[in-house]
């Protein structure tokens, strides 16, 4: 098949972000069996990977993005818009240009803003269902407050709403996702599909150092400084306490100047900035930790600690999609004393740390499988184009 598809992010190896990686690696499976024609944004530098890609699609369309949105620049907001419009813009021009048997859009903005021509049999992935971290937060919210949460919610069902509703099929990355999806638009066909872990890994072996905790992150995000302030400042004194030596290693670009202050001064925190292998520190860690303090898609470092062996330590939110069995594949805790303690049981327990860091690689394997991956997309795939009736 001749197949489009439409990004807001440039895939490529080594992509800082899991959005960009995720769709990497799908693009890698489907060209193995089709035709592709990717339209997509582009960050400043990303510009050296356009021969590469070009060498593995059957063609490449790109518009700039103008560089990571703001949430509190209003200028960098209608730049963002702007980037959108272009990118709609320009898949509309791909579309109209050749003939394609089908079309995959990546990420809810990106089908709010671009409606596929009627005869084009598209597939939309929500790589998080947005509206339900934006429902949970109007639900916990009190006093003024409420009103701001409930006037967000509110924008962001129209938004997704008016996104899934102009595709045949939309695929979540959880049964999570696809729950809420389905109650909350319920006249849209979803599917699942299961990222595996480790997708970029090479299989390098172990090489744990002892007391190693590892958080990683995008950190110009602010949600991941959030997580990160919560563990460095609310568990790590209480895990220092117990092992004096134990070391949190913070993997992620990005981090503002002011935080990377505050932190670099408690003590055992350790800042590396951005990281190009990955693997090699999760191959390092004794325990993976994962404070998730609001639910959202699948967290994907997790599975990719998973994959290197690690034992991991999240909370309910972090293992809401990813479903492990709490106590046996995972730990699980909420509060900042039971996430000390949790990691402090397994980085003085080797038999332990083995034993969970087994069952969680085990649960990855019976439930993340790419071969699950391409069963789905092909389904998926065959029933878009099939006629009606």
């Known amino acids: 098949m001749k197949i489009l598809f439409v990004s807001p992010f440039l895939p490529y190896p080594g992509v800082p972000h899991a959005g960009g990686k995720l769709l990497d690696y799908l693009l890698s499976l489907v060209v193995r069996r089709h035709s592709v024609h990717l ?17 593995k699609l059957s063609g490449l369309d790109v518009v700039p993005a103008d560089g990571p949105v703001e949430s509190s620049n209003l200028g960098s907001i209608l730049s963002t818009v702007r980037s959108y419009v272009r990118l709609a813009r320009q898949a509309d ?15 809810t903005q990106t089908g709010y803003f671009w409606d596929p021509p009627p005869d ?43 996104a899934v509703s102009r595709y045949g099929t939309v695929f979540t990355l959880s049964d999570e996702d696809r729950e809420w999806a389905n109650r909350l638009y319920p006249e849209v066909r979803i599917r699942v599909l299961y990222y595996p872990g480790g997708i970029d890994h090479a299989g390098l072996p172990r090489q744990e150092i002892p007391g190693r905790v590892l958080f990683v992150g995008a950190l110009q995000r602010p949600l991941n400084i959030q997580y990160l302030r919560f563990l460095a400042e609310k ?3 209480d895990v220092r306490r117990e092992i004096p030596d134990a070391e949190l290693l913070v993997v992620g670009g990005g981090l503002p100047e ?49 994959a290197a062996g690690v034992p991991v330590v999240t909370t309910s939110f972090g293992n809401e999609v990813i479903r492990a069995e709490a106590g046996k594949d995972i730990l699980v805790a909420d509060s900042p004393e039971d996430f000390s303690r949790a990691l402090v049981m397994l980085l003085k327990d080797p038999e332990m740390r083995n034993v969970v860091a087994e069952r969680g690689h085990r649960h990855l394997a019976a439930n993340f499988s790419e071969e699950r991956l391409i069963r789905t997309l092909d389904a998926a795939y065959q029933e878009l184009i099939r006629p009606a009736g």
């Not at 084009?120 to 919210?141: F, H, N």
């Not at 003590?267 to 390092?284: D, H, I, Q, W």
């Not at 639910?295 to 994907?300: A, H, K, L, S």
Request: aromatic fraction near 10%.
């Open 235 to 237: 568990v790590w004194p």
């Open 258 to 306: 002011k935080e990377q202050e505050l932190l670099s001064g408690i003590p055992g925190v350790r800042l590396t900035g951005f990281v190009e292998n990955l693997e090699l520190e999760y191959k390092s860690a004794s325990v993976f930790a994962a404070p998730i303090l609001s639910g959202g898609g699948v967290i994907v470092k997790i599975l990719d600690a998973m």
């Open 93 to 107: 021009i791909a579309a109209h240009r050749e003939r394609f048997d089908l079309c995959q859009v990546e990420n």
């Open 120 to 162: 084009l049999p598209a597939a939309l992935t929500c790589t998080d269902i947005i509206a339900k971290p934006a429902y949970r937060r109007y639900e916990v919210s009190q006093g003024l407050k409420r009103v701001a949460t409930f006037a967000a919610w509110k924008m962001k069902y129209a938004v997704e709403r008016r």
């Open 39 to 55: 339209v997509s944004r582009y960050y400043p530098g990303e510009e050296r990977h356009f021969t590469d890609l070009r060498g």
